[in-house]
């Protein structure tokens, strides 16, 4: 089973809509993080969450929310979704030291 | 100034030549580094991490480090076409967050 999970894989949804991307890891790592990636502009951290009782803002977090629901479980909120946000959305996971380990993605469009 | 600097590319070598990655960073105290290659729509994997200064291999790879000039690169041995990716350079920061900063990727195409 894979370390890192995410659903849905892929998503299309209408502008204006509540959208929920999940996350869970079996790694036992205490972060977590999610990014968006867009051609041409890397990786860009949306939010992070060092354990249960933390979660901070990332470079790009503003239309976005998050909940920590348990050490292995991380989810991303689109309140209102508009199609700017259309992209691909990376989960991922790490320890203190060590690089961050991705899940597959979710290929997000917003109509 | 960007934290993370890489070439964006594409940089194309032929079949079992060598390819050459660079990557440059700005944090003088960051302690850790990390390549990770990604394949068109596909997640990032991590294929090479490295903490002190001078060369670590794991079979074709072998990530470089000079922390006196901020330079870390990876050198990838016999390029298959299966290596053609987009290869990142990340960081670990010196601040307390000890954040992972991401450079923007340098396009691989091993020609066959």
């Known amino acids: 089973d894979a370390d890192v999970t995410q659903t849905p894989r892929n998503r299309i949804t209408k502008t204006g809509k509540r959208i929920m991307l999940e996350c869970s890891q079996t790694?036992?790592?205490?972060?977590m993080y999610w990014y968006r990636q867009d051609p041409g502009l890397g990786l860009r951290l949306i939010y992070y969450s060092f354990d249960v009782k933390d979660i901070n803002k990332g470079e790009i977090s503003d239309g976005y929310s998050v909940s920590r629901q348990a050490q292995a479980k991380f989810s991303l909120s689109l309140e209102s979704a508009i199609p700017n946000q259309t992209a691909l959305y990376f989960c991922?996971?790490?320890?203190?030291?060590?690089?961050?380990?991705f899940g597959p993605g979710t290929r997000l469009t917003v109509l | 100034q960007k934290e993370v600097e890489q070439n964006s590319g594409p940089l194309s070598v032929p079949e079992g030549a060598i390819a050459s990655l660079n990557c440059t960073y700005s944090d003088r105290g960051s302690q850790s580094f990390f390549w990770y290659r990604q394949y068109s729509g596909k997640s990032p994997e991590l294929i090479m991490s490295?903490?002190?200064?001078g060369d670590k291999e794991d079979g074709r790879f072998t990530a470089q480090l000079n922390k006196a000039s901020q330079y870390v690169s990876l050198l990838i041995r016999d390029s298959q076409p299966s290596d053609s990716a987009t290869y990142l350079c990340?960081?670990?920061?010196?601040?307390?967050?000890?954040?992972?900063?991401f450079g923007s990727g340098t396009q691989l195409t091993v020609l066959p």
């Open positions: 490295i903490y002190s200064n």
């Open positions: 990340a960081v670990i920061s010196s601040g307390s967050a000890r954040q992972l900063t």
């Open positions: 991922a996971t790490s320890d203190e030291t060590s690089g961050q380990f």
């Open positions: 790694k036992g790592h205490d972060r």
